[in-house]
Nanobody
């Protein structure tokens, strides 16, 4: 079964933190780079962070130094720790493979940064 389930979003004030989780089916997760993507209203989906199977990470310039991606290979789960959140981080966040996403996306998790 091909499945991606994101969770952990919410409403947070500027400067706050959230931790997102994504549980992936084995067929998607195993031996692949995984990534977190986001889509803001009226904008295209963009990759914000990626982690290889070996743990090498890279980030979009807009989140570098504030977001941290990690993975737990025993649980087929990828995380995104988001600190120092800004209003421009407001978006629906999704996870998927980090190089070539599978065509089936999860429902995403809404992150809203507002005072």
């Amino acid at each position: 079964q091909v499945q991606l389930v994101e969770s952990g979003g919410g409403l947070v004030q500027p400067g706050g933190s959230l931790r997102l989780s994504c549980a992936a089916s084995r067929s998607i997760y195993r031996n692949y780079s995984m990534g977190w993507y986001r889509q803001a209203p009226g904008k295209q989906r963009e990759l914000v962070a990626r982690i290889t199977n070996g743990g090498t990470t890279n980030y979009a310039e807009s989140v570098k130094g504030r977001f941290t991606i990690s993975r737990d290979n025993a649980k087929n789960t990828v995380y995104l720790q988001m600190n120092s959140l800004k209003p421009e981080d407001t978006a629906v966040y999704y996870c998927n493979r980090g190089i070539t996403p599978v065509p089936v996306w999860g429902q995403g998790t809404q992150v809203t940064v507002s005072s």
